[in-house]
């Protein structure tokens, strides 16, 4: 079952809810990893009735980031379709309530008073994934405030193209479906083109959306990107598309300008998962491309010693995050503190900025800049296409760099052997550049240019 019925979802849920209550010894945190699917959605809403920690697992985690999660969130449950898989984490078999696959392994019981409704781990830029525990008031309160900020626009019919163990996708996408009624649409994953961690097909995309009549969707920077590029190809755009959500990485506002030509309602947003995902977010009516909209009606914002600030449970979250308010109370993030590269002119720059530049084009799929102590800025970048000349390369390098000061432009470059993955160390599993090992990397050819 791909569209989930509210009705026939609450239904299954109690079902699950009541097999979880049974459990000998009483389930206290429970892990999923799964495909999207109804089992997902099930297994989440279940834990929030039997007040059970849902701990949501990644699949583009990595063996030993999936054993770290486990220890660390003392997961004593585990719902996962693959036997081997749940064996390897060291869960042994433990029935099959309602038809699905549960596993059981012995964990020194813990206080209830530190339970959560939920734990997500963010995979970050180091190795370790890092847990945020999240009560069920505060996820449930961001789905009402995206609710009452897009009721305008009636959305009835959203498909998940994100995993659902990613908080964003859990929070906007599903529980704001049920908070309206809307039905939302949870087809495996490989059926809207997402495989792992990087592996995306616009055309696959593109056909789920339009097969579905999915009125809104929530995308990842590069997923926006190469829907663009395939719609500029002539694939034809999806008819019933309202609203689209872009989060994750910063977007280049001539991104969002090529996506909005080609057709794509494309809108930025911004949040963190230590917030229980958006805090701000454009929609039409409050739009101000550039920016990542205003805060919601939940959040608070502001600006210290240009770091952006977040008000959460009684108490302000530094993000870590650059950023500013505009007069309108539009936020503009501008680059993560701890990147900031300071130039030989004393200039400070945050690496993010010109790499959503570069991105903003066709041709080049990821991009790395550095420039440390250095006169100009350089980067290692990596081409949407192996069949792409270093010359087309440089005709995007030379458009992005139009939009930039002069002290922020890239003025030298090479190219990478391979993409960033997190196979090859090169990116985070959810697709972010690690600096330092990339440095390591091509740090030789760029001296070189110098």
Not at 290 to 314: M, N, Q, T, Y
Request: charged residues 20%; aromatic residues 6%.
């Amino acid at each position: 079952m791909s569209v989930l019925e509210p009705g026939e979802l609450a239904t299954r849920a109690a079902r699950l809810a009541a097999a979880l209550r049974t459990m000998r010894p009483r389930v206290q945190v429970l892990g999923i990893l799964a495909d999207n699917g109804a089992d997902w959605v099930a297994v989440d809403r279940a834990a929030q009735r039997s007040a059970v920690t849902l701990v949501p697992l990644p699949g583009f985690f990595t063996a030993a980031q999936l054993a770290h999660v486990v220890q660390v969130s003392r997961m004593d449950a585990l719902f996962c379709p693959d036997t081997s898989v749940a064996q390897a984490l060291g869960f042994s078999p433990a029935g099959i309530p309602d038809g699905m696959p549960w596993h059981r392994r012995t964990v020194a019981r813990r206080s209830d008073s530190a339970r959560a409704s939920k734990i997500t781990f963010t995979s970050g830029t180091t190795g370790a994934p890092k847990p945020v525990r999240l009560t069920a008031a505060e996820q449930w309160q961001v789905a009402r405030s995206l609710c009452k900020a897009l009721a305008p626009l009636r959305l009835r019919r959203h498909l998940c193209l994100l995993p659902l163990a990613v908080l964003l996708e859990n929070v906007a996408g599903l529980y704001a479906a049920e908070i309206t009624g809307a039905h939302c649409c949870v087809p495996p994953l490989a059926e809207v083109g997402v495989e792992g961690a990087i592996g995306f097909d616009a055309t696959t995309c593109l056909a789920a959306i339009e097969r579905f009549e999915a009125q809104s969707v929530i995308l990842l920077p590069q997923m926006l990107a190469a829907l663009t590029s395939a719609l500029e190809a002539g694939v034809r755009v999806p008819r019933s598309l309202r609203f689209a959500a872009v989060g994750g990485a910063r977007t280049a506002p001539a991104l969002l300008e090529r996506a909005r030509r080609a057709g794509l309602p494309a809108y930025e947003g911004y949040g963190l998962s230590e917030c229980a995902s958006v805090v701000t977010l454009n929609h039409p009516g409050a739009d101000r491309p550039g920016s990542v909209g205003r805060p919601l009606a939940h959040a608070r914002v502001r600006i210290a010693r240009d770091e952006i600030v977040v008000k959460r449970s009684r108490r302000w979250f530094a993000t870590g995050d650059l950023g500013r308010l505009d007069a309108d109370g539009f936020l503009y993030v501008e680059g993560r503190r701890k990147n900031v590269l300071i130039t030989s002119f004393g200039r400070n720059v945050s690496p993010e900025w010109p790499e959503a530049e570069l991105l903003a084009g066709p041709t080049i799929a990821q991009a790395a800049v550095f420039g440390e102590a250095r006169a100009q800025l350089c980067a290692v970048l990596v081409a949407s296409s192996a069949a792409l000349s270093d010359a087309t390369l440089d005709r995007q390098v030379d458009a992005a760099n139009a939009r930039l000061p002069d002290y922020a432009q890239v003025r030298r470059w090479v190219r990478a052997d391979e993409r960033f993955t997190s196979q090859n160390g090169l990116a985070t599993p959810n697709g972010r550049p690690r600096r330092e090992a990339i440095w390591q990397a091509y740090a030789e050819r760029l001296d070189a240019l110098l």
